[in-house]
């Protein structure tokens, strides 16, 4: 099968289209053929390469996979060659404490598809049973592929870190990428007042079609004086954060009293200073989120089923172009997700 491998770590230019072979399955596992392959910073970081995470190389990327189900192993019982599947992206032991708790996520063993083990930029690739969920009907494959990982990612930042509730003012920091665009959904369907940052005038307008409530240019404003502005100086009950730097710092004085701010990233650098005055001052909350749990991608594919929540797509190219593919989000040029297709 053609699949896209590195043999090294690097810019984009280590990424390489060739002959593989194709994946063998286990008795609990699926081989899928790919139809299309949803592309994460989480991508971006392996290639370049993760301190202390060792990977086998030649390694094959992609975390977010949409695909059909061509062989399937004796010990998988809910899925049939030919069924639409997609892929839930988290790997865990399932009979830890954490995982027995429903807390997958926080597993010893976590791991995410394409992370270690090969992923999704390939023509087909093998994936435990467990991970196959029905991909909703009324999706295109680029669509599917899109909606994994950042929406489970936003899932838990805001319902199961932050607890947003219903009249909350939520500012959610950089609403052009696949977390923002897929957080700004998920705070307006819990009933919030969603700020969101972006860095043009284009971005902003499909901000606000997502259902941000107001946008803030954070390339030409200052954010904390513009949510002060538009929150009456109250500031914000949660923020959404995942830049880092100093972004990090400015979104923590953007927050109202008793505020809770979320965290899973830092592409901009994951260095930040903080405040102590701001942080027991104002009786904040500072969370950091990583993933999310099974279930939670459940519950956000019931809501993606009732068009509630629906995937941004910005590209599809395909899989020969991934060096393309990563350096338009290294270029940040991107608003949603970047699709692969084989």
Excluded at 290 to 313: C, D, I, S
Excluded at 325 to 341: D, N, P, S
Aim: hydrophobic residues 45%.
């Amino acid at each position: 099968m053609r699949a896209i491998v590195f043999e090294r770590h690097g810019g984009p230019e280590v990424l390489e289209s060739r002959d593989v072979p194709e994946p063998a399955i286990r008795p609990d596992e699926v081989r899928v053929q790919v139809k299309a392959c949803g592309i994460n910073h989480l991508d971006l970081w392996v290639r370049r390469g993760l301190p202390g995470l060792m990977v086998e190389l030649p390694h094959i990327l992609g975390n977010d996979v949409a695909g059909v189900a061509t062989e399937v192993g004796p010990a998988v019982r809910h899925v049939q060659p030919g069924d639409r599947l997609l892929v839930l992206p988290t790997l865990s032991c399932g009979v830890c404490p954490a995982c027995l708790a429903g807390d997958d996520n926080l597993c010893r063993h976590h791991d995410v598809l394409g992370r270690r083990r090969n992923g999704g930029y390939a023509e087909q690739v093998a994936v435990p049973g467990v991970n196959c969920l029905p991909c909703p009907e009324g999706l295109t494959w680029e669509q599917a592929a899109a909606v994994p990982l950042v929406f489970l990612t936003a899932w838990h930042m805001l319902v199961g870190r932050a607890r947003v509730r219903p009249g909350e003012d939520v500012l959610v920091v950089g609403a052009s990428g696949g977390v923002g665009s897929a957080a700004v959904q998920v705070a307006k369907l819990h009933g919030a007042r969603v700020i969101a940052t972006a860095g043009s005038a284009e971005r902003a307008r499909l901000a606000r079609e997502l259902g941000a409530d107001e946008v803030i240019d954070h390339s030409s404003e200052d954010v904390v004086a513009r949510v002060r502005a538009l929150t009456g100086r109250k500031g914000v009950e949660v923020v959404v954060e995942h830049v880092g730097g100093r972004m990090f710092e400015q979104a923590i004085a953007a927050l109202a009293r008793d505020g809770r701010l979320v965290t899973c990233g830092a592409t901009t650098g994951p260095q930040a200073t903080l405040d102590l005055n701001l942080l027991f001052g104002r009786h904040l909350s500072l969370l950091g989120s990583w993933m999310g749990r099974r279930g939670e991608l459940v519950e956000v594919l019931k809501h993606v089923r009732t068009g509630r929540l629906r995937p941004v797509v910005d590209t599809v190219l395909p899989l020969a172009e991934a060096r393309r593919a990563h350096e338009r989000i290294e270029a940040r040029q991107m608003f949603g997700k970047v699709v692969l297709v084989p």
